[in-house]
C-alpha cells in the first residue's frame, strides 16, 4: 500500500460521523468524560484480610486462632497509641486546679475531691478521655482511678490507706474520709495533674491596696496562735501569703479567727 493511501486511510478512520452518517463539526465533537476511579477503602488492620482469606480456604482452626491473636494484639497496640496521643493533647494545656479548701488543724489549704473532678473532667473528656473509680476494702481501703480512652485503652492507678481516725470521725466517716482523699490521689496520679494555690486574699484586685486589721486584733490573734504552740509566720503565709498578724487583710480577719478556733478545738 502507498504512503498517500495509507495517510487517507488514517484519515478516513479519525472523522467521527453521526447517526445518519454525516461527518460531525469541530463544534459537535465532546470530548469523553473521563471515568472517575472508585475510592479504594484500605484497612489499615493487616490481619483483618488474612483471617478473611484463612477462612475461605478453610485453613486449620489452631492457625486461625493465631491469626486473630494477632490481630487482636494490633489492635490493643493501636488503642493504647490513640490514648497516649489523646493524654498528650490534654497535657498539652491542662486546666489549673486551685486549692478551694483550709485544714486548719496543718494550716494548709487543699483541692477539694469535687472542686478537681468539675475541673478537670469537662477538659478531658474533649479528648476522650473519662475518669472512674474502683473501691475495695479489706484490712485498710483501696482505691483504683481508671481513666479510659473512647477507643478501648486504659491505665490504671491503685492507692490503699488505712481508714482515717483523724479528729472525732464514726467509723464509716472514717472510711469516707479515706475513700475520698484516694479518689483525689488517684486521679491526680493518673491525669498527671497537681493543685495550685488560688489567690485567697485578692478577688482579681491585687493593684488596689487593701486595709489590714488592727493592731488589736493582731495582737489579740498573735496571743492565741502563741498558747497554742503555732507560728505566726507559717500561718499567715498559709491564710494570705504575709509574713505578720499586722499585715492581714481586713477582710480575711474572719477566716483567721475561725482557722484558729478550729485548731484550738482540734486540740482540746
Known amino acids: 500500500?502507498?504512503?498517500?493511501?495509507?495517510?487517507?486511510?488514517?484519515?478516513?478512520e479519525s472523522v467521527l460521523v453521526n447517526q445518519d452518517g454525516k461527518q460531525l463539526t469541530a463544534a459537535?465533537?465532546?470530548?469523553?468524560?473521563?471515568?472517575?476511579?472508585?475510592?479504594?477503602?484500605v484497612d489499615q488492620n493487616p490481619y483483618v484480610q488474612m483471617i478473611a482469606v484463612a477462612a475461605a480456604k478453610d485453613i486449620d482452626v489452631?492457625?486461625?486462632?493465631?491469626?486473630?491473636?494477632?490481630?487482636?494484639?494490633?489492635?490493643?497496640?493501636?488503642?493504647?497509641?490513640?490514648y497516649i496521643a489523646a493524654l498528650a493533647g490534654f497535657s498539652e494545656n491542662p486546666p489549673t486546679v486551685?486549692?478551694?479548701?483550709?485544714?486548719?488543724?496543718?494550716?494548709?489549704r487543699y483541692a477539694s475531691l469535687g472542686n478537681?473532678?468539675?475541673?478537670?473532667?469537662?477538659?478531658?473528656?474533649?479528648?476522650?478521655?473519662?475518669?472512674?473509680?474502683d473501691i475495695k476494702q479489706t484490712e485498710g481501703v483501696s482505691v483504683t482511678c481508671v481513666l479510659?480512652?473512647?477507643a478501648g485503652h486504659s491505665e490504671t492507678v491503685t492507692i490503699s490507706a488505712p481508714p482515717d481516725t483523724s479528729g472525732?470521725?464514726?467509723?464509716?466517716?472514717?472510711?469516707?474520709?479515706?475513700?475520698?482523699?484516694?479518689?483525689?490521689?488517684?486521679?491526680?496520679?493518673?491525669?498527671?495533674?497537681?493543685?495550685?494555690?488560688?489567690?485567697?486574699?485578692?478577688?482579681?484586685?491585687?493593684?488596689?491596696?487593701?486595709?489590714?486589721?488592727?493592731?488589736?486584733q493582731a495582737a489579740k490573734m498573735r496571743d492565741e496562735l502563741t498558747a497554742l504552740e503555732g507560728d505566726e509566720k507559717f500561718f499567715c503565709q498559709w491564710l494570705c501569703k504575709v509574713?505578720?498578724?499586722?499585715?492581714?487583710?481586713?477582710?480575711?480577719?474572719?477566716?483567721?479567727?475561725?482557722?484558729?478556733?478550729?485548731?484550738?478545738?482540734?486540740q482540746s
Open 168 to 216: 472525732k470521725k464514726n467509723p464509716i466517716q472514717q472510711i469516707k474520709s479515706t475513700i475520698t482523699y484516694l479518689r483525689l490521689a488517684t486521679l491526680e496520679a493518673v491525669t498527671g495533674t497537681a493543685s495550685e494555690d488560688g489567690c485567697v486574699d485578692d478577688d482579681g484586685n491585687s493593684s488596689i491596696a487593701t486595709v489590714s486589721i488592727t493592731p488589736e
Open 98 to 108: 486551685t486549692k478551694d479548701r483550709d485544714n486548719s488543724q496543718y494550716e494548709s
Open 148 to 150: 479510659s480512652h473512647v
Open 116 to 133: 478537681t473532678v468539675k475541673t478537670l473532667v469537662p477538659h478531658l473528656s474533649k479528648f476522650g478521655l473519662t475518669p472512674h473509680w
Open 28 to 41: 459537535e465533537v465532546r470530548p469523553i468524560a473521563k471515568a472517575t476511579p472508585a475510592p479504594v477503602i
Open 243 to 266: 509574713d505578720s498578724f499586722d499585715d492581714v487583710p481586713e477582710k480575711l480577719l474572719d477566716r483567721a479567727q475561725k482557722a484558729i478556733k478550729e485548731r484550738k478545738a482540734a
Open 62 to 82: 489452631e492457625k486461625l486462632e493465631k491469626l486473630m491473636g494477632l490481630q487482636e494484639k494490633w489492635e490493643q497496640r493501636q488503642e493504647k497509641k490513640e
Open 1 to 12: 500500500m502507498s504512503t498517500k493511501a495509507s495517510k487517507a486511510i488514517e484519515h478516513e
